[in-house]
């Protein structure tokens, strides 16, 4: 956590200076940038790989000495969530901390009303701004997909919600129209594969030659796992990690444990802007998290065995 830490002040530096220094290597993100309101904002993507993990442990685990040095902290991490001015991220990101806050129950019905009230000042303030540009935009996408009368009638352009609609839609129609990719799927298939050239859709992101992806979507996990798992298979995987949540919540009353929680349900509200869920690094923190909270759990109660009267025999 103190790396990340260390990666989100470099990250913020690049902006000012409009020179990237942190690569994919050492954060797990790529290493480009796209400019908002007429090319004044640049916006980098190579944020920290543990960022949003980061950001639930500075919020609901680290011990602060200070008011002061928790608020300095936690405003390094959260201007990195914000600084790449990713809208879902961003929304999903304010509704995980609250709904932490109140898993641990630190947060009523007033300090609701407080939260709503300063971010519709928060809102005001921004509307004329590069974030208040951003969330407007999103009101597009969704406009833009209630106008359309057919799912080709959408304008499929590259990270807006029409896009990921259209690109689910497109596989899940040839899945359902292929018998056999309902429980299996077309396999673990790499882009350059023989089957993959066989395919011909038209919506996804475009490679080195401008040809349109057939495996790899990247701005959508489900499309991702009906081509490679099928229908059946699609949701053993959700399955899988929907168990893996059901523990961490049954234990997440110890730090780490809530920590894991919040991970996986916020990865999985991402899921439908990102493939993250997919990745090994994914894989790895889930079993992370469920390795420290079975350890918490045995040590609670090796601690209340310890602690519990010695029955006394009758002679």
Known sequence: ???????????????????SFLTIGLTGGDN????????????????????TIALFYFIFIQNYDSLAYKAIVVSFVVMTVVAPMHRSLILINS???????????????????????ACMIGLTILANTVVGDRMASALDDFQEVQRASTIDKLQTEQNTFAYRIALFYERFE????TPESWFFGLGLLTEDAPQAKKLSFTVGLKNEWDEITQIDTGDNLWPLLLVRLGILGTFLYAFAFGKAAKFLFKNRFFPLSLVGFLFIIQQFLLSFTNTDMYSHWYY???MFF??????ESLAEQNKVEDHSPIPVRNH
Do not use: E, F, H, W
Request: charge should be positive; include cysteine.
């Open 95 to 117: 509704l995980i901390i609250l709904y932490g806050y109140g898993l641990l129950g630190k947060i009523r019905l007033k300090d609701v009303g407080y939260m709503v009230a």
């Open 174 to 177: 040839y899945v359902v129209r």
């Open 284 to 286: 790895v923190v889930v």
């Open 290 to 295: 469920l390795a420290l909270s079975v350890l």
């Open 1 to 19: 956590m103190v790396i990340t830490l260390l990666q989100c002040v470099v990250y913020l530096v690049q902006i000012p200076l409009n020179q």
């Open 32 to 51: 480009i940038s796209t400019t908002l309101d007429g090319d004044q904002y640049v916006r980098y993507y190579n944020t920290p790989i543990l960022l």
